[in-house]
């Protein structure tokens, strides 16, 4: 396998975690904005406890998602009695601290980043990410799965059918920030480097379109977005240059086309985004279209296609 | 001496924090809606102003643009951009209700204009920070051993005229009266004959003309503009309006000056590497203690998202 699908493979594994992460609040009606800073506390926690004590990786990748995870449980009481738009704000807010503190820290390389001497391949982050899948579609299919449907759908309703919302929505914070601090851990060790910038604000906005375009309904929604929006700008870095000869061509000019500005695969993004909200804003895949594969002749996907 | 200089300098600067939040607020007042392309118009007024001051009309139809004139057409770039993104956060839309997430659909709708507004301006002009050739930078003027740049002092007055001007529109005109019946109940208002589809855009434009404004103002105080320009101001905007409190226009005004303020005694006394931490742990101390801010009320902002 080339040195470029294996990053590419590492990288769809990590938006893949990350994208889950993010997928278990909004699962429950509450759009976390603050990814970036989860992800950062569990790849600066895998990275330091790398250089610095030289544990083995399952070790630090393990402590990193901990960490995340313990950090989402505590702020997810005070920042989970904030709603509506209070709710994004704090939770942007909470992954700018995070960037402001680790930047202003020595002992975490500041501005200048980290390196993490540990390396792993390809595999480790694609096997994790296969689990994480199984992960999360057992979770939607247990009762806890069940009760985050209903606390999405409808809050005050599910509160009076007994269920203890708080809960729910605290633990589906927790165990996000924690998947988001595993995907952080791992793209310490699968990129051997970190550095504060590649936790940016306009990260957390990214993994959070991926979810929402995927769809939130099914456990199927963040896999189709993260796999969709890592492996378009790769296809892009290819189509978009023929286009753009063909194109010379046919008015005549003959000249070399380089790749792509980058830019493009976020002016996609975003395009994409609009007209998603305008004409399919449940996301690109859904409950009913799940059950019409699953049961394509029951009479009961019948009715929901009536 | 130096402490009342640095104070002047982050009336200054909240100044520029204050109109952009002004802009938030409305749309959150009026429309219950966070609308993430503010910071992307107010860099699309710095960059479009830029672009125009430097190689003039696109296709060659003129020479470079003297800079006011520029400002000016950067500031209708803003405007249009801002009427294309009412078209599509709120007009063309189509709810169902009974899903949750459907209240986030304009707030999706705009993250997904301010990336490619961003982009396609990166693209276009490239990545870099720009020198603004605005009027010379000499034009200090000296108040007791303050130093007082006098286009910041304009600006200044510009900025406290748009705001009271807004109050009064909001007061007393029969726009503003329709803009308050939305804010109170969208439906009630619909029924009694506001005409949500003309009173809407009104408040897109708004925010359009507030950004391109701050935007056209930035690019004179501080001769530099870049594509990134917003991500900056829009985040201190957005502490600012928290703090303030969300929905008052009055509000916003005290919270972008004192984020101002905060960022500037943070610099004096920390180092400008600690602004990031102390202006956003304001941000969450407000949201977590007080989240009504200083001057908010109750209820805005609280509905489902």
Redesign the interface.
Known sequence: MSGYWAGILSILAINVIFAYGIFLP?AT?Q?NLGGAGFQALGAYTAAYLSAMFGLPVPVTVGVGMVVAGVVGFLIAF??L??????????T???A??V???I??SETLG??MGMSVPAFIDWEIPVIVAGFVTLFVFYLMSTRFGLTMRAT????VVTDLMGVNIRMVQVCAFAIGGALAGLAGGLYAHSFSFVEIQSFN?LVS?YV??YV?LGG?QTAWGPLAGAAFFTLLPELLRTVLPQVKSFLAALVGIEEPVGPP?D??R??I??????AM???R??GLITRTMIERLRFRRSSSAREQVA | MLLIQQFVNSVMLGSVYVTVAVAFTLT?GVL?F?NFTIPTLFMLAGMVGWALAYWGLPFGLSGPLPWPLALFFGMCAAILASLLVER??FR?????Y????????????S??????????V??GYGTDAQRFPGPSADLTMSIGGIFVRIPQVVSLGIVVLIVVGLTWLLKRSRIGRGLRAIAENPDAANILGVDTNRVVPVVFMLTGLLCGLAGALFAVNYGEVSPQMG?DIG?KA??GM?VGG?GSIWGAVLGGLIVGLTEMMTIHFFGA??V??AV??L??LT??LR?QGLLGHHSI?????
């Open positions: 909004v009606g759009l005070p920042i009695r904030t709603r509506g738009v209070y709710l994004v704000l704090a942007f807010a909470f700018e601290v960037a402001g503190t930047l202003n500041g501005a999405h759908d409808d809050e604000a906005i959070l379109l929402l939130t500005d830019s493009w976020f002016v993004l975003g395009a994409l985004t609009i909200m305008v004409l804003p449940e | 959150i219950n966070l599509f956060t063309y839309l189509k709810t169902k009974g899903d949750s997430t459907e209240h986030a659909i304009p707030l999706v709708s993250l997904g204009f301010l990336l490619v507004l961003e982009n396609l990166r693209i991500e985040t957005i502490a928290v969300l590497d600690t990031q931490v956003w742990g941000l969450l949201l977590l989240p902002g609280k509905g489902k998202l």
